[in-house]
């Protein structure tokens, strides 16, 4: 059951893009087309996942048991820019048609602020390994939720109709956060 609250928790309550507006950058900047997005999404749930189990990894048996607690950051951030380089060469290799897609956009999850934030979240909320993954995975879903759900309103609006004055940066800012308001129905759920 507590695996079931964090995942609820992580994905529809306190999601990291429409509750706590972290990943803005890549929230509005890849969510043109669905698949872009979608693809944008998987790269960040495998980063986040393995950059949140290495991290705590090193927190627990490393910075801690040194008494250097305050490299975490900058530590942190090494590991981070390490696996996105990895993701770049393996996209690059297994997908070029996604990794062109991506475009700058990769290289940017190195900065990606809701990657770091989750590596330190899952320490400032005393979770276990097992917690940690389950939290990672479950908030990788929902910045992928939250991704391709916009970028599909996004298409649809390329079909309507839309006041010169509204079209491009204004109407998907007014949309994503119409979309933040439309989560915050899901705050009574835990």
Do not use: H, W
């Amino acid at each position: 059951m507590e695996y079931i609250l964090i995942i609820i928790s992580a994905i529809f309550v306190n999601n990291i893009v429409l509750a706590q507006f972290l990943g803005i950058c890549p929230f509005m900047g890849v969510s043109n087309k669905i698949s872009t997005s979608a693809g944008m999404g998987g790269a960040v749930t495998f980063v986040m996942t393995i950059a949140t189990i290495f991290t705590y990894l090193i927190m627990t048996y490393i910075l801690k048991p040194l008494g250097i607690e305050f490299l975490q950051t900058i530590t942190y951030i090494l590991v981070i820019a390490a696996l996105v380089q990895m993701v770049e060469i393996i996209l690059k290799k297994v997908s070029p048609s996604m990794y062109q897609a991506l475009g700058v956009f990769l290289p940017l999850i190195t900065t990606n602020c809701t990657i770091l934030g989750v590596a330190i979240l899952v320490i400032q909320k005393d979770y276990n390994l097992m917690q940690s993954v389950v939290y990672a995975v479950a908030t990788a879903l929902g910045f992928a939720l939250a991704m391709v759900v916009f970028a599909g309103i996004r298409e649809q609006m390329e079909l309507v109709s839309i006041p010169k004055a509204m079209k491009g940066v204004p109407i998907a800012l007014v949309t994503a956060g119409i979309l933040a308001m439309a989560f915050m129905g899901f705050a009574g759920i835990v």
